[in-house]
């Protein structure tokens, strides 16, 4: 089971020029398809002078990708925007890339390259960061037990997410999805109950 990937902390940029076009990468970390494309209405906006707004995303929660070449030629720069993603191992990741035409045509090829290296060189300049995905186990935990399970925290594997006391002493655990059974294995062989 996939359980961990990388994506980035924060929004980056990169601008350069290439035969007097002028482009701006724009590289963001994103939860949603719908998350993606209120950052591309606010691009659009921000930069309503420019004369493409091309774009990729990829999500890890539903394996998607989609890109658009946004009235560039068909495959010119969506594919290679996706490409420059795939090539970072990065998830939950959008990339814009806004190009100011500057008179002189590039070809195929040379648009091909300019999309994928203005993706390329946004996502160098960004700080990946590891991503997990966990589930919740509940655990009950008697009086004479309680300094025994501090010891199931292992970040970023197990985090001790909240515990309350009372009549019954809960301990919630989130817990690496790929990690949840032999979690759970550990919990029963020390005969504490897990909860529903």
Known sequence: ?????????????????????????????????????????RVQKEHFDATHHC????????????????????????KPILAAIDGASLHDLGVIVVRWYGGIKLGTGGLSRAYRDTAAETLKLATPVDRYVY????VVVPFDAISNVY???DPPNTLLVDQTYGDENVFAFDVRASLREAFAARLIERRLAILP
């Open 55 to 78: 774009w990729a995303f990829r999500l890890f929660a539903e394996d998607r990708s989609r890109s658009s070449d946004a009235g560039e030629p068909s495959g010119t720069a969506g």
């Open 1 to 41: 089971m996939r359980d961990h990937y990388r994506t980035i902390d924060a929004r980056t940029e990169f601008r350069h020029k290439i035969e007097r076009s002028e482009f701006l990468g724009i590289a963001m970390h994103i939860d949603s398809e719908e998350g993606f494309f209120a950052e591309l209405q």
């Open 151 to 153: 010891r199931f925290v």
């Open 135 to 138: 589930e919740r186990v509940r």
